[in-house]
């Protein structure tokens, strides 16, 4: 049988990645050829943080940040400074790329706010919306929609995705004007100025104790070297649920977000949901600064 994906010969095709689904290494490889070119805009030139799972999902993966000599040569390398030293990050340029993090056991792909050639400004912002294990679904949409509505408030237009978990990533493109440090002050600025709307609702504390029927806004994707799980990565959890892209549309009209799999991303032609999201040309204004410190 021929187990090469694009050129990329692939080994130990037949080892079980998700237990219980029997979903192969090389199904895997094969799902991210799938949506590879609908994955590329999103994750393209971005410094990547990974999660490795070399055995599948039978054994623990872990999270890689850079490694000096790891990673095929179809990946491009990128140096960044980090407080006590320079790391080697991981770039994908193109679907082959995608395929070669298959190939050596990634499931995960995650990436950060800024790009490669622009590391110290970044051309987004993010807030996770993640859910006590007694809130509903429908509050939780309910939240990301009084986000965006916020956000519009305050000159912005936002767009939104499936986390491949309980939650939700409200997403805000920029143009690559301001630092890291500017970008963190206004995304917890918004935090606080939305969960000071209903206490009972929201929160910003990341301790979990106490949260159980509310939802932590956490802005802290926005901080530097941290990163937000890409649009059409499959995730490391039973289920094998994928990262999606919405409209505000289809999020008011969706169920339940477990049905976004793998097998069924994979599957899924059509429009793409952002399609107006990489038109976007918008910047986060001083009005906007001052407007959401007064709420805040």
């Not at 609908?38 to 872990?62: A, E, F, I, K, W």
């Not at 095929?72 to 994908?92: A, N, Q």
């Not at 995650?110 to 807030?127: A, G, K």
């Amino acid at each position: 049988m021929d187990t090469s994906v694009r050129g990329i010969r692939i080994s130990s095709p037949d080892r079980i990645i998700y237990p219980g689904l029997e979903f192969t290494k090389l199904d895997l490889v094969r799902y991210y050829d799938a949506v590879g070119e609908r994955m590329l805009p999103h994750v393209v030139d971005r410094p990547l943080t990974l999660v490795h799972c070399p055995d599948g999902l039978q054994s623990p993966c872990n999270y890689m940040r850079h490694r000096k000599v790891w990673g095929p040569d179809v990946l491009r390398r990128v140096k960044i400074k980090e407080k006590t030293k320079v790391g080697e990050y991981l770039v994908v340029d193109d679907v082959e790329g995608l395929i070669a993090l298959a190939q050596i056991g990634i499931v995960e792909i995650h990436t950060w706010n800024s790009t490669s050639n622009d590391v110290e400004r970044p051309n987004r912002l993010v807030w996770d919306f993640d859910p006590g294990p007694k809130v509903k679904w429908p509050d939780l949409v309910k939240s990301a929609r009084a986000l965006r509505a916020l956000l519009e408030t305050l000159g912005l237009e936002s767009w939104v995705k499936t986390t491949g978990g309980k939650g939700l990533h409200v997403v805000v493109p920029l143009l690559p004007q301001r630092q890291w440090d500017e970008c963190l002050d206004f995304t917890r600025a918004v935090a606080s100025a939305l969960a000071a709307t209903d206490p009972s609702m929201y929160t910003i504390t990341f301790a979990k104790s106490g949260r159980e029927s509310k939802i932590l806004i956490d802005y802290l994707r926005n901080n530097r070297t941290n990163t937000s799980v890409c649009a059409y990565s499959a995730r490391a959890r039973a289920g094998a649920t994928v990262s999606v892209p919405l409209t505000w549309t289809q999020l008011a009209k969706m169920p339940d977000p477990r049905k976004f799999t793998v097998a069924t991303v994979a599957r899924k032609r059509g429009l793409d949901a952002w399609r107006d999201y990489w038109k976007a040309r918008q910047k986060i204004s001083q009005k906007a600064f001052e407007a959401i410190r007064r709420l805040g």
